[in-house]
Every structure is written in structure tokens, then in C-alpha cells.
């Protein structure tokens, strides 16, 4: 169920876009009303949804310490693992976002005879989630050639670097291969992996196919139906420039592509890739480890009923005296 | 109850691979030595902790108060709009994965709902059901479920299952942190008044008499004599501390399980002779005589209720700074919460040490600093005079504590006490200490008695840790700087690891000071005879 739900979804999307496009004529509707509604979706709820966290305060200085802290001089603080100012932070932020640190710590916990419990190193998922992510990027970079009359110099370095292997004609991008071959590990690892079956959800595989979808038909347009780029650089430039124009002859892969990434789109500010976000409001990360050195402000810091010494030393003022204690009133 | 007599090699087989029935369709079961038991109602009354009563976990009935499921979510409500932390985590996990083997419940139990991932999923399916547009409306296919009373006692089952280690925030890309989640998870508890006795009693000891164990001034009076009268024994020196002493330097402030039982009462007496021998101009407080705070384990306002004491009573008494005993949790609420919630303690000043005249400047907000940094300070700066041989007899690992490593970063100065005290140190394997470091398996208050099982399943990655050491170099004694660790490792190590006995750095330090004007030291601090040294004794 948790896995077909997802598969039937990503099904009768393609569906959806093939009946509309072949029989109902709808090319506008997929090529350029979905696009646009999805992008401000997409663009709106990522603001809705950073604007809601950023709207409940960080009451506490609460970094997860994963080195050694600031202390005396003599002791090697370690700074990217426990930053005490803000250089530092961003420092582990970057080392987080762009090479998933945390993730690159990640051991295997196994049980031997003996009993022995043994932690074995795990890069595996590290290696994928890096590969998926920047190959994701990449992609998404790359395809900004289709939304500007000249191509930045900047994508033709992405293009080429991509491209260094050479081979094929059009020339094959590696990042192609590395995202269909990380997407399809993700999703294996959640079916094969008893543990990570047992804690996936729907909402887990959803995006995964989705994505799959993606890749494929994108891959299968470039390589194999060699689809009309004249063509889909004309409906690119008309969405970007808010002419939009429906050319002939640029295919139903292109429609569900196109669709299968507005769905992506839209469904991705309710959903957990909102991490994309909010990994960077993360307290736990984002934070310099100097609370003892500098006072942190909870906003809604409120006076509460203590026990007074006052009133302590009423409870006990004879027990005190017996034994010498100082008391404040005879 | 029956006791829990399950032997060692029955409990560790293990099975880490989760069942097929979904986590969602497997209703919770309570089970014996599991859990602890209910809070009593005088205690919750004392502090005025809402809907106290008679109820048992075993049984169906909870005695719920009507309406309990708006108060639960009307205070979701309130938390995620006053923690983004709890806002945050409740959205982003992408259920990767890589915090599931990570939990100490999770290793030694193998019970799936020990995933830290899935501690959480217990509440944020509550979550996605009710503050979720997607949850609303499809349900369970969205991982979204209805709050039941089935599920209350799972949060209940659960979130008292996790010692808040942070070992899993370690690990996660978004550093989602499950003590975040449980925390929030407990607070909510607390509002059905459902506590646990073993923390809601030392919490309204700690209210009213200023410690968790209710040890009133006359009687840690007499427990601290006592002390002075074996450091008599050992050493032939008279020590005379003080007690709510106006005008002194430094307020020493430390766990009161120190006091009570040991082995931290050796770790005490450390204190006792080290600052005795510096001639530290410090003072003991009967008020603020807790230094760890288990209303932490409660609610955030129950804690600062608790920690208000150690300022109010450096104020009272005209301290310059004040010095903290070993301790873990007592750490992170010193060092993330106290100067938040009741600072800002600008009548102190930034701690100098009177010996060596460092300024602890990381302390300049807090003004409260660690005795593993005092005395790391003091050793480096060649202030102690020490004889690591008295020390020969054991074999030290070092435990690091949760929270001293995760939620504070003290991972060298202990380290660095130890070798200078003992000659032979022994670390662990690396994926089992410093910030990988391994609960004891009892924090959070859960070091009773009746949950005994939990406790040593908790404790089972740690104690597999020392065995290996144990068995490898003939490591006998586990150092520690934690008041919680000294009394559970205990236990945990005579269930796994026999043969293994657990100290206080401070003991150790103390064993290895050579003070002016002792005797020839024959005995240790637990006045056992020293080994090599009786030997002495005779051919004198
Ligand atoms: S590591 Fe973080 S994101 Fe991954 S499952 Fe655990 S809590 Fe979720
Ligand atoms: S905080 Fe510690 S005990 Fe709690 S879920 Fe995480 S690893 Fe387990």
C-alpha cells in the first residue's frame, strides 16, 4: 500500500497529462497554466513555510556539540564541529549543505556473536543522497540554456565539465546516469533495508518516483526520441518572458515532463522536501556553541514561583542553628 | 511485581530486525521492567503540577481528565509556537534512516519504536493529523493518525524510553534532535499528569529542601563530617568546610547523589581534599545544594523553577563565581538554559582561579565553571603535586556523558585530568565515545529500580563498550564525570561487564594528591589498601 499508493499516483499523473494533451487538446493548460500555477505554488509555500517556523522563536541555545568546546587556550577547540561564533557556524552550515557532514558520519550498528555490538562504516547512503543532490543541481542548472537567448557562460562550463567523457551524439551528460542510478539505490535501499522499510512512508516513495519519472523521460528525450529543442526552447523563452506560445511538434514526453515537475513542484512545500529549507533554520546546527559566553534571550521568558531561600530557611532555621549553619534571621 | 531476574545472556540476544506488521497497526504493550511507576500525588501537588491522581499503567483505565485530547493539542499548539526547534523537526525528516540503529533503547532492545525516527513519527503523526492540510485529508496514507488513548500510552511507553542523549541529533542531516521531540513529548505528559515517581519525588524534594534526595542542611552537615572524618583516616589531615558562608570567593555547587551513596561519596571526598589542599576560599550552600535538575525531565518552567536557586543563592551569599561538580544533565542546563532563564548574573564576576589566575573567559555570561576545566587548569599549570602511581591498580576508561559531550563539548579537560592521575588509560572504541559516546542508559530520571530491564538494555552499547576494553587491556575501572553515571554504570556494570567498578574523575584526582602535611598513604579513597603501598607499610 505504501508503495503502490505512490506508484498508482505517479501513473495517473502520466495519464492524465497523455489524455489531455493527445484527445483534449490541452497543451496550453499542461505547457503553461500548470507550470506557472506550479511555480508560485511553489514559491509561495516555501515562503509560507520558512515564515511559519522563522515565527516560533529559538528559545534556547541548544547546538548539538559534535567537538571538542571553546575553553582554555591550551585545549584545541574544534571549530567546525563546535563553532563558538558565527564564522564557524557557517562554516559547519556549508560543510552540512554541501557535503552532508552529518551523513558522512554514519556507521552501521550490528550485533555478533559473543554478544558483540559492532559499528561498521556506512558511507553508502551518504554517497547516494550527495550524488542524487548534486546531480539534481546540476541538471536543474543545466537546463537554464532553454530560459535565456544566450547561454550564460556559466551552463557552458556546467555542460562541458558534464560532458567531459565525450561519448554519444548528443553528447552524454554523466550527471544523467548518476541520477537515475542514486534515485534507483534510494529507492531500493527503502524496500531492502528492513529497517528503513519499517519507518518509510507513502510520502517517502512519492517523491522518489516522481523524480524516476522525471529522470527517464528527460533522459529519453535527449538521447533516444531526440526531441524538437528548437522547439522547446521557443515554449521556455515564452513562459520567461510571459509570451507564452504552444510550438508544434515538440511531443508528449515533453508535456509529461514538464507536468511531472510542476507536480513536483507543487507538492514540495508540503511535503518533508521542505528540508531543503529548513535545514538551515535548524537550531541544533545553526547555532554558535557560546551560551556560557554570551546570555541568550528567550523571548517569552516569564517569571515563575520559586522556592525562596526565605522561605527555606523558615522550614529549617532550627535544624541550621543545631549544626552551625549561618542563618539570616536569628 | 516480580523482580527482574532475566540473566545477561538471555537479554542480549538481540534482534535488530523490526517485525512485518506496520509500526501503526502494532498497538503499544507495557510491559514489566519497562517502565516506572506513577508519580505520587503528593509529590505532583507539591509543585503544583496539574491533574495529580491515583492511576496504573498496566491497567486499562487512566483516569484521564475529560477533555485530555484538546489539552494535549491545544498544547502542540502552544509548544510549536514557542520552539521552532519542535516546529521545525515535526516537518523536516525525510526518514532517511540514519538515526534508526544510533539509540542505546533501540541496540539493545531492538524494539522498532526505539528508532529515534520513529520515537518522533509517535508524535508527528499526531501532528501531521491535526495541524496538516495533507494529514487531514489523506489520512493515514499521509503517515497522519487520530490521538487515542492507545496512542497517549505509546507517547507515554516511549518518551520514557529516551534519556534525551542527543546521539541521534548527531547523526541526522537536519540535526533533528528526539530529546527536543521527547521533551515536548513529556511537557505534554505533564499536563494529563501523567509523571513518572522517580522524577516527580527528587523534583519536589528538590523544591522545597534543595536537592533531589530531600537531604536537609543538618544531615548534609553530618554526611559532608562524615567524609571528613574518612579523609581523616587516609590522609591524617582535619579538613573544616563550610556552609552558607557570606563573603567567600566561590560557591561549589554539585549533584547531591554525591552526598548519598557510593561510589560518588568518594568523588566528594575528592572535592573535599582537593579545595582543601588549593585552600580555596569557597563555601558549600544547603539551599542551593542540587546542582543537577530533574525538573528538566519535566517541564521547561519546572527546571528553571529548580535551577533558580543557584543564582539567587550566589547573590545572597556575595560569591565571586561559582564552581560546578561533575554532572552531565546538570551541564546542559547549566550551560544552554540556566543564564537564559535566570541570568543575567552580572552581580558575579568572570571566574578567575585563584591559583593559577586564569580567567575562564568561555564562562564570562554563566560565570559557573566545570571542575574538569579547574583542574585540567591547575595540572597545566603544575599547581598539583601528584602521585599517579597510587593509581597503578586500576586499569580507567573514560565515559563520556551525554550531555557534557553533546550539549557542551567537554571531551578533552576530563581526558586530560585522567592521564595525568593514572598511568594507565584506556579509550574505548571510537564509535562509542565523545560525541558518539553511548548513554549510561538511565539519564532523564529513569535510574529506578523497577524499570530494570529498560535500564540495562539501555545500558547494553555502553557496557559492550567497556567490555571490550575490559577484555583487551584488563580495564577494571570506568571514570566518569557524572553523578547519574556513578550510580548506574554501577549496576550496568555488574550485569555486563563483573569486574569493572565505577569512579568519579575527582576520586581518581584525589588518589593521586599528594597533600602537604599527610600521612603515608596506605589506604585509597574508599579505604581499601592501596596496593604496593601496604607493602611499605610492613617493612617499615
Ligand atoms: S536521521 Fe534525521 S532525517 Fe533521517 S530519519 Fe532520522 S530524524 Fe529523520
Ligand atoms: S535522544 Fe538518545 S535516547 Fe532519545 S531517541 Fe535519541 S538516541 Fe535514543
Known amino acids: 500500500m505504501k508503495i503502490l499508493f505512490p506508484f498508482v499516483a505517479v501513473m495517473t499523473l502520466i495519464i492524465v497529462v497523455v489524455a489531455g494533451v493527445q484527445f483534449a487538446n490541452l497543451q496550453f493548460l499542461f505547457g503553461v497554466i500548470i507550470p506557472y500555477a506550479a511555480l508560485v505554488t511553489f514559491t509561495a509555500g516555501i515562503i509560507y513555510r520558512v515564515i511559519k517556523w522563522a515565527g516560533s522563536p529559538v528559545p534556547f541555545c541548544i547546538p548539538t556539540t559534535c567537538g571538542q568546546q571553546k575553553s582554555m587556550p591550551w585545549i584545541k577547540q574544534s571549530k567546525l564541529e563546535n563553532p563558538s561564533s558565527s564564522l564557524w557556524v557557517i562554516g559547519r552550515m556549508a560543510l552540512e549543505v554541501f557535503f552532508f557532514r552529518s551523513l558522512f558520519r554514519n556507521i552501521k550498528t550490528e550485533m555478533r556473536e559473543g554478544p558483540k555490538v559492532v559499528y561498521g562504516s556506512d558511507k553508502w547512503l551518504w554517497m547516494s543522497g550527495l550524488a542524487f543532490h548534486w546531480s539534481f543541481l546540476i541538471i536543474l542548472l543545466r537546463h537554464f540554456r532553454f530560459f535565456s537567448v544566450k547561454v550564460p557562460y556559466l551552463i557552458h562550463v556546467i555542460e562541458s565539465l558534464d560532458s567531459f567523457l565525450q561519448i554519444g551524439a548528443p553528447l552524454f551528460y554523466m550527471t544523467d546516469a548518476v541520477i537515475l542510478a542514486a534515485v534507483t539505490y534510494l529507492f531500493i535501499r527503502r524496500i531492502a533495508l528492513p529497517q528503513i522499510k519499517y519507518i518509510s512512508l507513502a510520502a517517502d516513495y512519492f517523491p522518489l518516483l516522481l523524480i524516476l519519472g522525471i529522470a527517464c523521460t528527460g533522459v529519453m528525450m535527449r538521447y533516444f526520441t531526440k526531441v524538437d529543442v528548437v522547439g522547446v526552447k521557443q515554449l521556455a523563452m515564452g513562459l520567461m518572458t510571459f509570451n507564452p506560445v504552444i510550438p508544434n511538434g ?24 521542505v528540508h531543503m529549507a529548513g535545514v538551515f533554520l535548524s537550531p541544533t546546527r545553526n547555532m554558535a556553541n557560546n551560551s556560557r559566553m554570551v546570555r541568550h534571550i528567550n523571548p517569552w521568558n516569564y517569571p515563575v514561583h520559586v522556592h525562596t531561600y526565605e522561605e527555606y530557611e523558615n522550614d529549617f532555621r532550627e535544624k541550621m542553628k543545631m549544626v552551625e549553619i549561618p542563618v539570616d534571621k536569628e | 511485581m516480580a523482580k527482574f531476574t532475566t ?81 521545525l523537526f515535526m516537518d523536516i525528516c525525510v526518514r532517511c534512516g540514519a538515526c534508526a540503529d544510533k539509540c542505546h533503547f533501540f541496540i539493545g532492545s531492538g524494539d522498532p519504536k526505539n528508532m529515534p525516527v520513529l520515537r518522533a513519527e509517535l508524535m508527528r503523526s499526531v501532528y501531521r493529523g491535526n495541524f496538516t492540510l495533507a494529514g487531514k485529508i489523506l489520512k493515514k496514507i499521509s503517515g497522519a493518525r487520530d490521538l487515542t488513548v492507545n496512542v497517549l500510552k505509546e507517547w507515554w511507553y516511549y518518551f520514557y524510553q529516551c534519556t534525551e542523549c542527543r546521539r541521534c541529533s548527531v547523526f541526522c542531516p537536519y540535526g533533528i534532535d528526539q530529546a527536543e521531540i521527547t521533551m515536548m513529548g513529556r511537557e505534554l505528559l505533564n499536563l494529563l499528569g501523567l509523571n513518572i515517581g522517580w522524577i516527580a519525588g527528587p523534583v519536589a524534594a528538590c523544591y522545597m529542601k534543595g536537592n533531589h534526595l530531600g537531604l536537609e542542611p543538618h544531615t548534609i552537615k553530618s554526611s559532608i563530617d562524615l567524609f571528613v572524618d574518612d579523609i581523616e583516616t587516609i590522609t591524617g589531615i582535619k579538613i573544616t568546610p563550610s556552609f552558607n558562608r557570606k563573603g567567600a570567593e566561590i560557591l561549589f555547587v554539585t549533584p547531591s547523589g554525591d552526598l548519598f551513596a557510593n561510589p560518588g561519596t568518594y568523588t566528594a571526598m575528592g572535592y573535599l581534599m582537593l579545595f582543601h589542599e588549593l585552600g580555596l576560599d569557597y563555601t558549600w550552600s544547603t539551599y542551593a545544594s542540587e546542582g543537577g535538575n530533574f525538573g528538566f525531565f519535566t517541564t521547561n518552567e519546572m527546571a528553571k523553577r529548580l535551577n533558580s536557586k543557584i543564582y539567587a543563592e550566589a547573590k545572597r551569599l556575595g560569591v565571586k563565581w561559582i564552581l560546578g561538580g561533575e554532572c552531565g544533565h546538570m551541564w546542559r542546563v547549566l550551560s544552554q538554559y540556566m543564564d537564559t532563564w535566570n541570568g543575567p548574573a552580572d552581580f558575579l564576576e568572570v571566574p578567575v582561579s585563584p591559583i593559577t589566575g586564569t580567567k575562564f573567559e568561555n564562562t564570562r555570561a554563566t560565570k559557573m565553571v566545570h571542575i574538569s576545566e579547574f583542574t585540567a587548569d591547575l595540572i597545566k599549570n603544575g599547581k598539583l603535586k601528584l602521585d599517579k602511581s597510587r593509581n597503578d591498580h586500576l586499569k580507567v576508561t573514560f565515559h563520556d556523558s551525554c550531555n557534557t559531550s553533546r550539549g557542551m563539548g567537554l571531551l578533552e579537560e576530563p581526558r586530560y585530568v585522567l592521564k595525568n592521575v593514572c598511568n594507565h588509560f584506556y579509550e574505548m572504541p571510537e564509535n562509542t565515545i565523545r560525541e558518539k559516546t553511548f548513554c549510561c542508559g538511565s539519564g532523564t530520571g529513569l535510574n529506578a529500580s523497577e524499570n530494570m530491564e529498560l535500564r540495562m538494555r539501555g545500558g547494553f552499547p555502553r557496557a559492550n563498550a567497556v567490555k571490550h576494553v575490559h577484555d583487551k587491556h584488563g580495564v577494571n575501572m570506568l571514570a566518569n564525570i557524572c553523578a547519574i553515571d556513578r550510580a548506574t554504570l554501577s549496576a550496568s556494570m555488574d550485569y555486563w561487564v563483573p569486574g569493572v567498578a565505577v569512579a568519579g574523575t575527582t576520586e581518581l584526582v584525589a588518589n593521586a594528591l599528594v597533600m602537604k602535611g599527610e600521612i603515608e598513604r596506605t589506604l585509597d579513597i574508599r579505604l581499601e589498601p592501596l596496593p604496593g603501598k601496604e607493602a611499605s607499610e610492613e617493612v617499615n
Open chain 1, 250 to 273: 515538440i511531443g508528449v514526453l515533453l508535456y509529461i515532463h514538464l507536468f511531472l515537475i510542476s507536480v513536483l513542484f507543487a507538492y514540495f512545500p508540503f511535503s518533508k522536501l
Open chain 2, 7 to 87: 540473566k545477561p545472556n538471555e537479554l542480549s540476544k538481540i534482534n535488530l530486525i523490526p517485525p512485518q506488521t506496520e509500526w501503526m497497526d502494532t498497538p503499544v504493550e507495557i510491559k514489566e521492567h519497562m517502565f516506572c511507576h506513577p508519580a505520587k500525588i503528593k509529590d505532583l501537588e507539591t509543585v503544583g503540577f496539574p491533574n495529580a491522581r491515583e492511576w496504573k499503567p498496566t491497567e486499562e483505565d487512566w483516569k484521564l481528565p475529560d477533555n485530555w485530547e484538546r489539552t494535549i493539542l491545544e498544547g502542540m499548539q502552544s509548544l510549536l509556537k514557542k520552539y521552532r526547534s519542535f516546529s
